[in-house]
């Protein structure tokens, strides 16, 4: 229950931080690095959050800007080739 809690409030720290610049993406209206480099993390937490503890990170009536970030990210063929597919954390 303790890790859960410390994991929503990392979320809500999220949620705030891509709201700080206008969003959907970490610096505002346009992708950056630094979405590059959470892209990865990000994907295999929803998918592992999901999977594993039935958190879905996507859900944009719990995580509003999460979900649009995700959204956004979806847009990019960048993010469409590189993105892991659902399963390929339980495969391994």
Known sequence: AELREEV?????WLEHTLGARGGPFFLGKGVSVVDAAYAGFL???????LFF????IRDPAALPRVAAWFDAMEELPAYQTTKQDANFEQRI
């Open 8 to 12: 929503l409030n990392n979320l809500r």
């Open 43 to 49: 994907s295999r937490c929803a998918h592992n959050f």
């Open 53 to 56: 503890k039935g958190l879905d």
